[in-house]
């Protein structure tokens, strides 16, 4: 027969046993990623029955159990909808085909604020318990202690008459030479200082002439950087109380400023701000030198961090990208552009923060939501966080002290902080 071809016997029973192999490798695989939905569905029914139980009880007039908060956000604006792709409140249902190996629940909300936060930071008591340092335009830094779900300290009030009162708060770091200082920037132009164990005031620093925004402490020297309107970034010592250096060369506002830490060890002297003119400059401290310039955004940049495990700078911008640069060479490894996201057409990306082993990366956005990246595999779409019903501005990751979960705190407009576990 013209087109056929006669099989022998015993070919076609190879074939006939190859052809069943098959069979039975993808039945075992769809098995298996049925069983994986499934699971992966009763998980979502366990969230979403546990969080109509807990509003069923709270709009009935009842009390959520101690310290239980909803799995899912708070109502927004009238008429909002859960935006495509979440299919429960504060996780999010991958792509199929780019599917992240990671998601997060929403643990709490802590509204301590009577206005906008600016920044968060992770701290120890004097007696260890970890505690969340949150900045707001109210003027004042609280402290809240994640065990106990309490404020266990306020820094600065309005009616003091110590010297403790401060203007509203941009930023707020914990040194790392000496984790008792805490110091905040402030819309007065100043830099305060405090020891966070017992409340006193260690000093202000005076030395911009305009509001300051960033601040970053070094890994091993006791001075720390400060970011400023003024177009400067000072690098105090902070147990001085000196000024040591000024960086200038900027042409507008700086928003951020980070150090590069200590490996390799020229990186060590090394300050990377970024500024509204839509640069980023790396300086050698030592003499003030630019070492690099990096260009990659069409808007003012915000967010700037430093993997000191991977080597590689983040930088956010009101553009709606990220760039990730590689400190080998400055070049660019990548842009991620938050745009492409449905929704978010007009999102401006804030303040950004790495995971400790540098794999992850929190983007605060201007959307009310936190968009979560694998920065090794930029072909995965964003995790988001949805859950803040303002401009979401700044973000840091800690873990969890009773597993091994990551938990990721942001700071919002909305007067809030929310923390956000990972789903193990």
């Known amino acids: 027969m013209v087109g056929s071809v006669r099989v022998g016997a015993p070919l076609a029973q190879v074939f006939d046993e190859l052809l069943t192999a098959n069979q039975n490798v993808l039945a075992t695989a769809m098995r298996n990623v049925a069983l994986q939905q499934d699971e992966m569905q009763a998980r979502i029914d366990r969230l979403v029955k546990e969080n109509a139980e807990l509003r069923a009880q709270k709009e009935s007039g009842g009390h959520l159990p101690a310290g239980a908060e909803a799995l899912g956000p708070r109502p927004g604006p009238p008429g909002g909808e859960a935006p495509p792709g979440i299919r429960h409140p504060g996780v999010h249902a991958m792509p199929p085909t780019e599917k992240a190996d990671f998601a997060f629940v929403m643990d709490r909300t802590v509204e301590v604020h009577s206005a906008p936060v600016h920044s968060v930071c992770i701290a120890s008591t004097s007696e260890g318990q970890q505690v969340v340092a949150s900045a707001s335009w109210d003027a004042t830094v609280k402290l809240y202690d994640y065990a106990t779900r309490s404020v266990v300290r306020q820094l600065g009030t309005v009616e003091a008459q110590d010297g403790g009162e401060m203007g509203g708060l941009y930023a707020v770091a914990i040194a790392k030479t000496s984790p008792s200082v805490l110091a905040c920037t402030s819309c007065d132009q100043k830099v305060y200082l405090w020891n966070q164990h017992d409340g006193t005031m260690l000093c202000k620093l005076q030395g911009h002439k305009d509001e300051v925004n960033g601040i970053d402490f070094h890994s091993e020297q006791h001075i720390m950087c400060t970011a400023s309107d003024d177009q400067k970034v000072i690098i105090w010592d902070f147990k001085e109380g000196i000024l040591l250096r000024t960086l200038e060369k900027h042409t507008k506002a700086v928003y951020g400023c980070t150090f590069l830490g200590n490996q390799p060890v020229d990186h ?101 939501r936190v968009l979560v990246y694998d920065v090794t595999k930029p072909q995965v779409e964003a995790v988001q966080l949805i859950g803040h019903t303002d401009c979401v501005f700044d973000v840091k990751w800690t873990m969890s002290p009773d597993s091994n979960a990551k938990i990721l705190v942001s700071a919002s407009h909305d007067h809030s902080t929310r923390y956000w576990r990972e789903v193990l």
């Open 268 to 368: 060590q002297y090394l300050v990377a701000t970024c500024c509204f003119d839509r640069k980023t400059r790396i300086f050698d401290m030592r003499d003030k030198r630019i070492v690099q310039q990096l260009s990659a955004h069409s808007d003012d940049v915000i967010g700037i961090d430093w993997s000191s495990t991977k080597r590689i700078l983040a930088t956010g911008s009101d553009d709606g990208t990220i760039a990730i640069w590689d400190s080998r060479t400055w070049r660019k490894q990548h842009t991620i552009n938050t745009r492409t996201l449905e929704g978010l057409a007009e999102n401006e990306v804030k303040r950004i923060s790495f995971t400790p082993d540098g794999d992850l990366l929190a983007a605060a956005c201007s959307s009310g």
